[in-house]
């Protein structure tokens, strides 16, 4: 789930399926603007992640750091019983592991 319009949420599903992964449902808000995003509320994030999962859906990925996501994300991986990510989750532990990796 992105705020992004059409061409860049082709663009994250081409590199998301570049890096392995498979991208079964992208679904946005379809933001016009950069400010738009950061007027997305928490129960927007949350209704609109649910209305993307399904049933064969492994691991939800919520793009954009100006999302508010820092609630959904823990609600969402205890209500549907499958990691969800968010790009601030992902790059705060991809930044954990390199660090612990690297002895910082």
């Known amino acids: 789930m992105t705020p ?13 399926g570049e890096a392995g992964f498979v991208v079964e449902t ?3 808000f379809f933001c016009e603007t950069t400010a738009a995003p950061g007027r997305i509320s928490e129960d927007q994030v949350r ?5 993307t999962v399904t049933p064969r859906s492994q691991a939800p990925f919520i793009a954009c750091s100006q ?4 609630n959904v994300v823990p609600e969402l991986r205890a209500r549907l019983g499958i ?5 601030i989750t992902a790059t705060a532990w991809t930044a954990s592991r390199t ?4 002895g910082v």
Do not use: C, I
Not at 47 to 51: D, R, T, Y
């Open 4 to 16: 992004y319009l059409a061409a860049v949420n082709d663009g994250l599903r081409e590199v998301l």
């Open 26 to 28: 992208l679904d946005g």
């Open 47 to 51: 209704e609109k992640a649910l209305a």
């Open 67 to 70: 999302l508010p996501t820092l």
């Open 83 to 87: 990691p969800v990510w968010s790009s």
């Open 99 to 102: 660090m612990a990796r690297e």
